[in-house]
């Protein structure tokens, strides 16, 4: 059977209308913007920023954030195209499928489900850290034991928030969608207290240097599995600070930025995805860089990066803490609780939809893409999915988890990036409402430095990635290969010229 059968725009849109599987078109503009905003604010600034600083960038975090934004900028410029011209749920996974084949539309999706689903779990976990912060003292205290999955035995709080998102995302996205816009607005709040009164206690002299003097890694490392891949492959000691560092810190503030993604996964629920969807991309991915720079300048001038603890789930509220405004500390802690949840929602949003439109394909049980008669949403796959991400919030620490969702990410935007420049030469006849600007300069752009990024990770995320990776091949051979409705057309055409040709012979 052909491994590189590509399934036709058209095919894919006709298919978002079959009766049973057809998604409802309720989101606007603002809604995908909104959706964009809520979901990229969230761990990434509430809790890596303060890691970073202090193990890899210094105060040059900014700068981290500014290379890991510009990765995404040229990434999404791919993402605006592909998803305007072809508006159908799946996001990357299904651009693949209309260029580069159904194995590597295989590995888009299984790799998405890694981004998505641990990106999901980690916001849970970051969730419930500010949880038990906040609710420290109180008679809704968490118990070290059931608190995290490092120092005790399971995360509840983790678990239980993944399970009452499941719930709100199987009653409808439009509710998600409004659930959405009020959180954001109070997340957005937050963010500009934090600029507007750290402002006032930034000291200059916590900015030099800049970019601190690059020195040996901590002794007591495992290794190629916690060195960077770059180093381990160039025979390069391992280091921290200096430019590596600022590098090696982009590769880890990534994580800040996922999301912008998750709009394209809502094209086939967008009233008008031809203008709607390039909006929604790139001005949500356009409002949280900003954001995030005016953020990290502010907590790394408030207190000095080497008093940063790098273990601190809450670092935003600990630097307002360090200047004597405990009441701004509790203030970030309450919004940051409040809007990690949202974030757990879009995120396991974009899993549903990609998983939605595997199962479509046949590349996963068609049962996974039923959709619920009264809400319009894929409620099993909803299910299943919420389910998996409050085992793994609950059972695996928050460490392990950035990493993973970092690679994941980065694997799809090099191949979103190849993908429009060959659906460009094969299908240069197809309606493009948006096209992104010097192409093929911006594809390179893109590939070269999503794959620098990767390189920059640590080997034991390369292993667990690549162990991934291996386990989807597993099951796309096993299940997909053979299942997928293209294959069963193969398999009719090829029975139908079998029979014809025996009825001719008689």
């Known amino acids: 059977m052909d491994l590189m059968r590509t399934k036709s725009v058209e095919q894919s849109i006709a298919e ?35 890691t970073v600083a202090r193990t890899n960038s210094g105060p040059a975090i900014t700068l981290s954030f500014a290379i890991a934004g510009l990765a995404c900028g040229l990434a999404a410029l791919c993402y605006a195209e592909f998803a305007s011209t072809v508006p159908v749920a799946g996001s990357a996974y299904t651009f693949s499928y209309a260029t580069l084949g159904e194995l590597v539309a295989w590995i888009i999706g299984w790799d998405l489900a890694l ?68 959180v954001v607005a109070i997340k957005l709040l937050v963010i500009a207290a934090v600029i507007v009164f750290g402002v006032s206690h930034i000291d200059t002299d916590n900015y030099s240097p800049f ?48 999301g912008f993604d998750i709009v394209a996964t809502t094209a086939e629920e967008t009233r008008n995805p031809q203008r709607d969807i390039p909006r929604g991309i790139l001005g949500s991915l356009a409002v949280v ?22 273990n601190d789930a809450a670092p935003l509220a600990s630097a307002f803490d360090a200047v004597g405004m405990e009441w701004m500390g509790r203030l970030i802690s309450i919004g940051a609780c409040i809007g990690l949840i949202v974030v757990v929602m879009i995120l396991m949003l974009g899993q ?3 998983a939605f439109a595997m199962a479509r394909d046949g590349l996963l049980p068609p049962s996974l893409a039923k959709v619920h008669p009264r809400f319009g949403t894929p409620h099993v796959i909803t299910a299943v999915t919420g389910v998996a991400v409050a085992l793994i919030g609950g059972f695996v620490d928050l460490g392990t988890l950035v990493n993973l969702v970092s690679i994941g990410a980065l694997f799809a935007f090099v191949l979103v990036s190849i993908g429009v420049v060959v659906l460009r030469r094969q299908r240069p006849d197809l309606e493009r409402s948006f096209r992104t600007p010097a192409v093929y300069v911006v594809s390179v752009a893109s590939v070269l430095l999503c794959v620098y990024l990767m390189l920059n990770l640590t080997g034991g995320t390369w292993v667990r990635f690549l162990a991934w990776m291996a386990l989807g091949l597993v099951v796309y051979f096993a299940y997909g290969r053979t299942h997928s409705r293209l294959a069963l057309q193969q398999t009719d055409r090829h029975e139908g010229q079998g029979t014809g040709q025996e009825t001719v012979s008689g």
């Open 115 to 182: 981004e998505f689903t641990i990106g999901a779990a980690a916001l849970a976990t970051s969730f419930s850290g500010y949880f038990q912060e906040v609710f420290a003292g109180t008679f809704l205290e968490v118990p070290t034991s059931l608190g995290s999955a490092a120092d005790g035995v399971v995360d509840l709080p983790a678990m239980i928030i993944a399970l009452l998102v499941t719930g709100a995302l199987i009653v409808g996205i439009k509710f998600s969608s409004r659930l959405n816009q009020v």
């Open 16 to 50: 978002t209308d079959e009766p049973g599987r057809r998604l409802k078109k309720t989101l606007g503009a603002l809604d995908l913007m909104v959706f964009g905003v809520g979901v990229i604010i969230g761990a990434g600034i509430f809790v890596v920023t303060g």
């Open 211 to 258: 970019i601190p003097k690059s020195q040996p890694a901590p002794e007591g490392g495992g290794g190629f599995l916690d060195n960077t891949l770059i180093s381990t492959l160039l025979g390069i000691d391992p280091a921290v600070y200096g430019l590596a560092g600022v590098i090696a810190g982009a590769s880890i503030v990534f994580f800040a930025f996922l």
């Open 352 to 354: 549903t939809r990609v």
């Open 289 to 310: 860089t900003l954001l995030y720079i005016a953020v990290s300048l502010v907590v790394t001038g408030m207190q000095p990066y080497t008093e940063i603890d790098e």
